[in-house]
């Protein structure tokens, strides 16, 4: 059972726009900064958004993050093939004094 | 370029010990915070282990406190996991990554595989 929650799965076609939540609590989301990390098949994760909303260099603008509240989500616009991957959400949990993942959403391209 | 090597992983029985070792390479490796992430298989990602760029700050996951120990040597550029007491749940792919600060993990090494199993 994962601190943060996330959908198991999310869909879409080529094009379309899929979002992805993430639910946490006041002592996890709702007071710092939230990250999502994708994972490619047979691959390490990689940084996909930090601090809320930024992009590290490289990754396209068609990945975009956004929080409010104890909820962050991640929105895919454009989707395509190559974003068939397993994402996940992080953060800081001062409760624990540790780092938490989301329990991560399978992204599938229909 | 960022390079991030683990090694060390294999399999042990229950109860058994291990020592994973992270060489790192490409960039000033004293000056970064750095963590283990493990991935069970078939299952998401599970935060293991910080060490600040100095070691002075230390943090655990509370499935692995009091059994792991996280350390470094920046004369070596080289990070550790040292795991006693070792389960059967501790089975997994271990990851190490760079940390900007904490959370904020902008480079990852491949993992490598720590079986525990009679």
């Known amino acids: 059972q994962s601190v943060l929650t996330q959908p198991p799965s999310a869909s879409g076609t080529p094009g379309q726009r899929v979002t992805i939540s993430c639910s946490g609590s006041s002592s996890n989301i709702g007071s710092n900064y939230v990250y999502w990390y994708q994972q490619l098949p047979g691959t390490a994760p990689k940084l996909l958004i930090y601090?809320?909303?930024q992009r590290p260099s490289g990754v396209p603008d068609r990945f975009s993050g956004s929080k409010s509240g104890t909820s962050a989500s991640l929105a895919i616009s454009g989707l395509r093939s190559e974003d068939e991957a397993d994402y996940y959400c992080?953060?800081?949990?001062?409760?624990?004094?540790?780092?938490?993942f989301g329990g991560g959403t399978k992204v599938t391209v229909l | 370029e960022v390079q991030l090597v683990e090694s060390g992983g294999g399999l042990v029985q229950p109860g058994g010990s291990l020592r994973l070792s992270c060489a790192a390479s490409?960039?000033?490796?004293?000056?970064?915070?750095m963590n283990w992430v493990r991935q069970a298989p078939g299952k998401g990602l599970e935060w293991v282990a910080y060490?600040?760029?100095?070691?002075?700050?230390?943090h655990y996951a509370d499935s692995v406190k009091g059994r792991f120990t996280i350390s470094r040597d920046n004369a070596k550029n080289s990070l550790y996991l040292q795991m006693n007491s070792l389960r059967a749940e501790d089975t997994a792919v271990y990851y190490c990554a760079r940390g900007v600060v904490i959370v904020y993990f902008d480079y990852w090494g491949q993992g490598t595989l720590v079986s525990v199993s009679s």
């Open positions: 992080a953060t800081w949990d001062d409760r624990v004094s540790g780092v938490v």
């Open positions: 060490i600040s760029s100095s070691d002075s700050t230390i």
């Open positions: 490409g960039f000033t490796f004293s000056t970064y915070t």
């Open positions: 601090r809320n909303n």
